[in-house]
């Protein structure tokens, strides 16, 4: 179980004030396919305020950056409502946290509860290169 404090903390250190905030929310009846969040916009977007970001070198192999999101249930889990990372299911309880990496993490939702399903979904980035990854 993570307080809003400790999600503050996992996403601290991120490269200017280069954070999105969303609520989402996943209506009953509703299945969104295994996918990864690849973020082109959001990268754009922070590429055009920090144009430095575009030097680092960066793979999946060895990242120079880190995107990551962290979701936030703003409700208890309710039976038919799935949240899924690859094989494994994340069961939460109001105001629990997960950290995705958001170019790894192979996920997919479900919502066949008869209620919508209430999620906060926070992007960040973190530079994780040394200066040596920098293109000159």
């Given at each position: 179980?993570?307080?809003?404090?400790?999600?503050?903390?996992?996403?601290?250190?991120?490269?200017?004030?280069?954070?999105?905030?969303?609520?989402?929310?996943?209506?009953?009846?509703?299945?969104?396919?295994?996918?990864?969040?690849?973020?082109?916009?959001?990268?754009?977007?922070?590429?055009?305020?920090?144009?430095?970001?575009?030097?680092?070198?960066?793979?999946?192999?060895?990242?120079?950056i880190d995107i990551?999101?962290?979701?936030?249930?703003?409700?208890?889990?309710?039976?038919?409502?799935?949240?899924?990372?690859?094989?494994?299911?994340?069961?939460?309880?109001?105001?629990?946290?997960?950290?995705?990496?958001?170019?790894?993490?192979?996920?997919?939702?479900?919502?066949?509860?008869?209620?919508?399903?209430?999620?906060?979904?926070?992007?960040?980035?973190?530079?994780?290169?040394?200066?040596?990854?920098?293109?000159?």
């Amino acid at each position: 179980f993570f307080k809003q404090k400790t999600a503050y903390e996992i996403l601290s250190g991120l490269v200017g004030s280069e954070m999105c905030i969303r609520d989402r929310v996943q209506p009953d009846g509703v299945k969104v396919p295994p996918h990864l969040d690849l973020l082109g916009d959001y990268l754009t977007g922070v590429c055009k305020e920090i144009p430095w970001l575009r030097k680092v070198k960066h793979s999946l192999e060895q990242p120079g950056i880190d995107i990551c999101q962290m979701i936030v249930a703003m409700e208890d889990q309710v039976p038919g409502q799935v949240f899924a990372f690859s094989d494994q299911e994340w069961n939460w309880k109001k105001g629990d946290c997960i950290r995705i990496n958001t170019w790894r993490a192979l996920h997919w939702t479900e919502n066949k509860s008869g209620v919508d399903r209430p999620m906060i979904k926070i992007t960040g980035i973190k530079e994780i290169s040394k200066k040596s990854n920098v293109i000159a």
